[in-house]
Nanobody, 111 residues
Framework: QVQLVESGGGLVQAGGSLRLSCAAS????????MGWYRQLPGKQRELVAL???????HYADSVKGRFTISRDNAKNSVTLQMNSLKPEDTAVYFC?????WGQGTQVTVSS
């Protein structure tokens, strides 16, 4: 079992920044792929960013150049730095690790 706890969501104006963090505990490995997904009401959950290892990342086209995913294996955590936020980034953001999901954190970007 893996437990994931997200933090850092909130309300921000367009153009602003937020930093999401996800702390993992349980049966985890430093080689786990980790990522962030988001979900709008009535929509399917979509990939935002994945990190396999330092320097090996993948981003959705909609967030490239604005979001940065990073990991700290010593702290068993993954972080999503979100800059130049847009109203269309408003969603519930979920941390993912090795098939497990966090509870989600709301990000709201006002115009």
């Amino acid at each position: 079992q893996v437990q994931l706890v997200e933090s850092g969501g909130g309300l921000v104006q367009a153009g602003g920044s937020l930093r999401l963090s996800c702390a993992a505990s349980g049966s985890i490995s430093s080689s786990d792929v980790m990522g962030w997904y988001r979900q709008l009401p009535g929509k399917q959950r979509e990939l935002v960013a994945l990190i396999i290892s330092v320097g090996s990342t993948h981003y959705a086209d909609s967030v490239k150049g604005r979001f940065t995913i990073s990991r700290d294996n010593a702290k068993n955590s993954v972080t999503l730095q979100m800059n130049s936020l847009k109203p269309e980034d408003t969603a519930v953001y979920f941390c993912w690790r090795a098939g497990y999901w966090g509870q989600g954190t709301q990000v709201t970007v006002s115009s």
